[in-house]
């Protein structure tokens, strides 16, 4: 071969390229004078769904966690603060959850709404805590739920929108999830405070634009081959609802973890007042390379929490696996739940086999 057909090659090939390369390549640059990070997770289950009549696969959204994308950024603002925000979404995601419509069982598959899960902007001093501000979890969110492990949805509702047949097999007025809750305080637009931790306790207090507010304690220590903590916290005013709840959770070095949950909360013209109770237990232990595996069972009991004089009680048992290089788990669980009212009324449990699998970028 000679050069000028070197060349020609050479030339051809060139054009190739430079037809499969855009000319004006873009970036992405960070506009703001704050570290910004960006992440997010997928999360994605598989139900097995059966209310004593019907049952049917279905394949939702995440239970135990939603998939969302965030945005966080922080920098210091003097040497001893640091100012930083939070902007988080939980994405939609079509046929999100599931029911069964009507005596003919025929299924609905509901989408989610999309919603902001946090939109907040905080101060942190080194020594005299954090002050923040916006859409983000009260001062008593997540006391009720305390554990140790990696299982799904210790809060129940496996269920989800079923409803509750009876032992004729017809539709009642019930669904299945909505009497259970751990009477937690959930997300608002607060102004919240949490204290530094101190001999291993933290303060935290919060003011809402509904008038209300909220405050909590936590504990988190250790003695020997335990772990433990514990937290308690209330929420009153603005909507007529008041509400205390708290936990305790223990690990041994063995992998054994002991978690137990309780509350009670008036709700002012209801003729309600829901109580709570959680039981949790597991061992999660290295059982393999790709993570800690959790096996657990979780018992809930709850009294009036959407209608006077019904119980919901949900029992789980599961297994979930870590799934440490990319961020993530795969879960398996097996739940019932059981309503009573008191009357000569009788409802068949509905049961779920639910898997969820979660990664994280």
Same mark, same amino acid.
């Given at each position: 071969?000679?050069?000028?057909?070197?060349?020609?090659?050479?030339?051809?090939? $060139?054009?190739?390229? %430079?037809?499969?390369?855009?000319?004006?390549?873009? @970036?992405?640059?960070?506009?703001?004078?704050? *570290?910004?990070?960006?992440?997010?997770?997928?999360?994605?289950?598989?139900?097995?769904?059966? *209310?004593?009549?019907?049952?049917?696969?279905?394949?939702?959204?995440?239970?135990?966690?939603?998939?969302?994308?965030?945005? @966080?950024?922080?920098?210091?603002?003097?040497?001893?603060?640091? %100012?930083?925000?939070?902007?988080?979404?939980? !994405?939609?995601?079509?046929?999100?959850?599931?029911?069964?419509?009507?005596? *003919?069982? *025929? /299924?609905?598959?509901?989408?989610? %709404?999309?919603?902001?899960?946090?939109?907040?902007?905080?101060?942190?001093?080194?020594?005299?805590? #954090?002050? @923040?501000?916006?859409?983000?979890?009260?001062?008593?969110?997540?006391?009720?739920?305390?554990?140790?492990?990696?299982?799904?949805?210790?809060?129940? $509702?496996?269920?989800?929108? #079923?409803?509750?047949?009876?032992?004729?097999?017809?539709?009642?007025?019930?669904?299945?999830?909505?009497? !259970?809750?751990?009477?937690?305080?959930?997300?608002?637009?607060?102004?919240?405070?949490?204290?530094?931790?101190?001999?291993?306790?933290?303060?935290? $207090?919060?003011?809402?634009?509904?008038?209300?507010?909220?405050?909590?304690?936590?504990?988190?220590? =250790?003695?020997?081959?335990?772990?433990?903590?514990?937290?308690?916290?209330?929420?009153?005013?603005?909507?007529?609802?008041?509400?205390? &709840?708290?936990?305790?959770?223990?690990?041994?070095? =063995?992998?054994?973890?002991?978690?137990?949950?309780?509350?009670?909360?008036?709700?002012?013209?209801?003729?309600?007042?829901?109580?709570?109770?959680?039981? &949790?237990?597991?061992?999660?232990?290295?059982?393999? @390379?790709? $993570?800690?595996?959790?096996?657990?069972?979780?018992?809930?009991?709850?009294?009036?929490?959407?209608?006077?004089?019904?119980?919901?009680?949900?029992?789980?048992?599961?297994?979930?696996?870590?799934?440490? %290089?990319?961020?993530?788990?795969?879960?398996?669980?097996?739940?019932?739940? /059981?309503?009573?009212?008191?009357?000569?009324?009788?409802?068949?449990?509905?049961?779920?086999?639910?898997?969820?699998?979660?990664?994280?970028?």
């Amino acid at each position: 071969m000679d050069i000028k057909t070197i060349l020609k090659s050479s030339v051809a090939v $060139g054009a190739l390229v %430079a037809l499969a390369v855009p000319a004006q390549a873009g @970036s992405i640059s960070q506009a703001g004078k704050l *570290d910004l990070k960006v992440g997010g997770n997928v999360v994605k289950g598989i139900a097995h769904v059966d *209310d004593g009549v019907n049952d049917h696969m279905f394949i939702p959204d995440g239970l135990s966690a939603d998939t969302e994308l965030y945005f @966080s950024a922080s920098g210091k603002l003097t040497e001893s603060v640091t %100012a930083g925000m939070l902007f988080k979404w939980n !994405l939609a995601q079509t046929a999100a959850a599931y029911s069964f419509s009507n005596d *003919d069982g *025929d /299924e609905v598959i509901a989408d989610a %709404a999309e919603s902001v899960n946090k939109q907040n902007v905080y101060f942190k001093h080194k020594t005299a805590g #954090t002050l @923040s501000m916006g859409w983000m979890s009260q001062a008593g969110d997540g006391a009720s739920n305390l554990k140790y492990g990696k299982a799904l949805a210790t809060t129940g $509702g496996f269920a989800r929108q #079923t409803i509750v047949r009876n032992t004729t097999g017809a539709t009642t007025t019930i669904t299945a999830s909505n009497q !259970l809750s751990n009477l937690d305080q959930g997300d608002d637009n607060v102004i919240r405070y949490d204290s530094p931790s101190i001999a291993g306790f933290t303060a935290s $207090g919060s003011l809402h634009d509904d008038g209300g507010g909220a405050g909590a304690l936590r504990y988190a220590g =250790s003695m020997g081959d335990v772990n433990f903590g514990a937290a308690i916290a209330y929420r009153g005013g603005g909507t007529g609802t008041k509400n205390i &709840h708290g936990s305790v959770r223990a690990q041994h070095a =063995s992998g054994l973890h002991l978690a137990y949950g309780g509350g009670h909360q008036t709700i002012a013209g209801s003729g309600r007042s829901p109580n709570l109770m959680r039981l &949790h237990g597991g061992f999660e232990t290295s059982m393999n @390379s790709l $993570g800690k595996t959790d096996i657990y069972v979780t018992h809930i009991e709850n009294e009036d929490v959407e209608d006077p004089g019904v119980d919901g009680t949900e029992t789980v048992l599961g297994v979930t696996q870590g799934l440490d %290089a990319i961020g993530g788990y795969i879960g398996i669980a097996y739940s019932t739940t /059981e309503i009573e009212d008191g009357t000569a009324n009788t409802y068949q449990d509905v049961d779920v086999i639910y898997l969820e699998t979660k990664v994280a970028f």
